[in-house]
């Protein structure tokens, strides 16, 4: 009989341990929400980004000392991680305070989803409307409500060159299409690999071709082409997947094992002359202590001249914080030419806001805030900024099978195919 | 309730109540005790794992294609889809291509190396050791190391560059023979070689190790027999140890079947997709699908393809090892 009530009880008890093993994790994590800790999510952990994310967290500290930020930045694969955390997160329940989400078709996601909240109050309340360029505004928005703070600004349609290769063939920057291809064919002929690619992750190749596409069609069919105004297998779309199949094959053969970096640093030690990158290659150059102007020269891509491929970062307020009041004190501090001004420089990007001072950055970003505030900004689409990730991942898709088929017919009718996903 | 059982079951199906209820008691309450013991981790595997299972298997039918769950039924339609993409008839075919070459080289290099050692030579615990050595990386570190050594501008090709030869290794997009199949060009991407490499390098300790093991259970008296009645030791090596051993080659073949059918790391590290898609795998497409477009639907089919792919193996290696046990 004793035994008996040992059995019983040993269940009993197995089935507790149990019981309380599912209920402790639940508890957990809602005490979390409550104590008030502002959870800023991003995947800025090495580097500048980190420096500068630490800088921004320090000015607002400063402005608010009773309140504790806790830094959770996730690292690896330029976010896709994080974005994975991120995803799981918000489904279950547990949104971080403010999150790191490309500004454009990235943001959106999130906002179709009823997953965000405007914030067009703290817009009025310090008077940002005019303070961030009006396109800007609206690729954060949806139907006049503002969902986010763009923090930083990377240009993506720059082609930078090596000045030295440049200088001793007597090249000049290509302006035009035409110009690249005899500035390519020049180097070609002395050996030189004329246009670096790394698209081991194919994004850099997508880079490319948007580029292209907005040389050949300008911002406003560029832009039309993600609203459905323009068709894919117009002229100009098929004369700018000519174009792309010509630049490739002026690349370097091994483009498939290299990151950007690696393309980048081609030209950086003279193995090649020429990459289309965004300006975050700038600040690779400067930890590499190369000088601009002097080691490496910079130009925007063919014919886009007057256009500013946009990415940005921004920051918005998710449904569900418990924390609400804090959470927008730090927005503030965010869109502040003080944070801003506090970030940009670290992290070698250019800020958001159009009256920030441009004696706290270099030489190449001052040029780029110079145009930044006068150009026709575009969203970039290998950065999800221009249309949904599920129409990006078969577009990098067509994009990673061209640069080795290199049929254009087919590549069109990829793009065509896959804009069904545009209209979701 | 528990209590009322145990007692009245003995007396009713038992036909000698006398000599019987005693030990049946003891061994039932044993039971119950064991079950009990056995329950958390049953019910946790059940959750965990089966449960798990069965809602990736859930949600491949759904039209769960965005951030925002619509678990609504959509039939095979994902599979569908997913058949004619080229990008996965590309990863069957790698898939396919790796396994058979990933797993014949393992197999093969490993035995040798076992034979080899087994010579009772000098030193032997030090080959052994380094050849199992590369089995204590993670794929992660095998892939970024593998990386720079076949890398086609760095590595030893700056040694082959040099006696004339031009190889490209991963970055190859050459399909060999090329036979047209749906979509795709059927036929060995040459660029997988270097990852077969990569992953062979990695694995093939394993495949010795368990080899000598084998050899070692061989009794010497066999041989010492065959040798007695004038068989060269080439015979000895095919009649006797080579039968001997096919235990053992099933167990690897096993084991690395089901490595090589879900690789993702070393694939992630080392060469990425590749252009064309030369050297993707269902694993990275499935990462990549749903965590990066939030296609759940798609990348959960794509799972349970996987799934199903490893369960061709398992399955009947279970089954055989059952009979084997009774």
């Known amino acids: 009989m004793k035994k008996k009530w040992g059995i019983f009880a040993a269940i009993l008890l197995t089935f507790s341990m149990i019981l309380s ?365 221009a249309a949904p990730e599920s129409y990006l991942t078969k577009v990098n898709q067509a994009v990673n099978i061209f640069v080795t088929q290199k049929n254009v017919d087919q590549f069109i009718q990829s793009l065509k195919d896959a804009s069904s996903e545009l209209k979701k | 309730m528990a209590e009322a059982n145990l007692q009245n079951t003995p007396a009713r199906t038992q036909p000698n109540p006398k000599t019987r209820p005693k030990r049946k008691k003891i061994r039932s309450t044993d039971r119950l005790l064991a079950i009990s013991f056995l329950l958390p981790s049953i019910v946790a595997v059940a959750v965990f794992v089966y449960g798990f299972i069965g809602w990736t298997g859930y949600v491949s039918l759904s039209k769960w294609h965005a951030i925002l769950p619509d678990l609504s039924f959509a039939g095979l339609e994902n599979y569908l889809t997913l058949f004619q993409n080229f990008r996965f008839q590309s990863d069957l075919r790698n898939t396919l291509i790796f396994t058979i070459l990933f797993i014949a080289v393992v197999a093969l290099l490993g035995q040798c190396l076992a034979v080899m050692i087994d010579k009772k030579i000098k030193a032997e615990s030090l080959f052994r050791n380094i050849f199992l050595f590369p089995m204590a990386l993670s794929f992660i570190v095998t892939g970024v190391v593998w990386r720079w050594v076949l890398n086609p501008s760095s590595g030893v090709n700056l040694l082959f560059d040099k006696l004339g030869w031009d190889l490209k290794w991963y970055t190859d997009t050459t399909i060999w023979p090329g036979i047209e199949i749906g979509k795709v060009t059927g036929g060995i991407p040459i660029a997988l070689i270097a990852v077969v490499i990569a992953a062979v390098w990695q694995m093939t300790g394993f495949s010795l190790a368990m080899y000598l093991a084998g050899l070692r259970g061989i009794p010497e008296e066999l041989k010492e027999a065959a040798r007695m009645d004038g068989a060269s030791e080439f015979q000895i090596y095919r009649k006797i140890i080579l039968p001997m051993l096919r235990p053992i080659t099933l167990s690897v073949i096993i084991i690395m079947a089901h490595i090589s059918l879900k690789i993702f790391d070393l694939i992630y590290a080392m060469t990425g997709s590749g252009a064309n898609f030369v050297t993707d795998m269902p694993g990275v497409y499935m990462f990549e699908t749903t965590f990066r477009s939030h296609n759940y639907a798609e990348g959960g089919a794509i799972a349970i393809i996987m799934l199903l792919s490893v369960a061709i193996f398992i399955v009947p290696y279970l089954i055989h090892s059952r009979k084997g046990e009774q």
């Open chain 1, 21 to 385: 093993a599912c209920s402790s994790t639940s508890g957990g994590s809602s005490d979390k929400d409550k104590s008030g800790k502002l959870e800023i999510f991003s995947w800025w952990t090495a580097g500048g980004e980190a420096d500068g994310l630490k800088a921004l967290i320090k000015v607002f500290e400063k402005k608010q000392p009773d309140l504790k930020v806790n830094n959770a930045a996730v690292a690896g694969g330029a976010g896709t991680n994080a974005k994975a955390v991120l995803a799981t997160r918000m489904q279950g329940g547990d949104p971080p305070s403010t999150f790191q989400v490309h500004g454009g078709a990235e943001l959106m996601a999130w906002v179709n989803s009823d997953k965000m909240q405007p914030l067009n109050d703290l817009y009025k309340k310090n008077g940002w409307d005019d303070k961030f360029p009006k396109e800007l505004i609206n690729m954060v928005s949806k139907d006049s409500k503002i969902y986010a703070i763009p923090v930083d600004i990377h240009r993506g349609n720059v082609l930078f060159y090596n000045k030295k290769i440049f200088e001793d063939n007597h090249l000049e920057a290509p302006k035009t299409f035409d110009d690249f291809f005899k500035v390519a064919d020049k180097l070609k002929a002395k050996g030189i690999t004329p246009l670096a690619l790394g698209d081991k992750e194919i994004w850099p190749a997508t880079m490319l071709f948007e580029n292209i596409l907005l040389g050949k069609l300008g911002p406003d069919k560029y832009k039309a082409l993600w609203t459905g105004g323009e068709p894919f297998d117009s002229p100009e779309v098929k004369e700018s997947a000519e174009i792309f199949k010509k630049m490739l094959g002026y690349i370097n053969d091994d483009h498939s094992s290299r990151a950007w970096q690696d393309a980048s640093q081609l030209v950086a030690d003279g193995k090649a002359a020429m990459n289309v990158m965004g300006d975050w290659a700038a600040g690779y150059y400067t930890s590499l202590n190369l000088k601009p102007n002097k080691d490496y020269g910079w130009i925007e891509t063919p014919e886009s001249d007057g256009d500013f491929m946009v990415i940005t970062d921004t920051f918005g307020l998710p449904k569900g914080v418990k924390n609400e009041g804090d959470v927008k004190k730090f927005l503030t501090v965010l869109g502040s030419v003080e944070g801003q001004d506090a970030f940009n420089p670290l992290k070698g990007s250019i800020p958001a806001r159009t009256d920030a001072d441009p004696s706290k950055y270099d030489d190449y970003s001052k040029d780029a805030m110079k145009d930044f505030k006068s150009d026709a900004l575009t969203p970039s689409l290998a950065h999800g900024s």
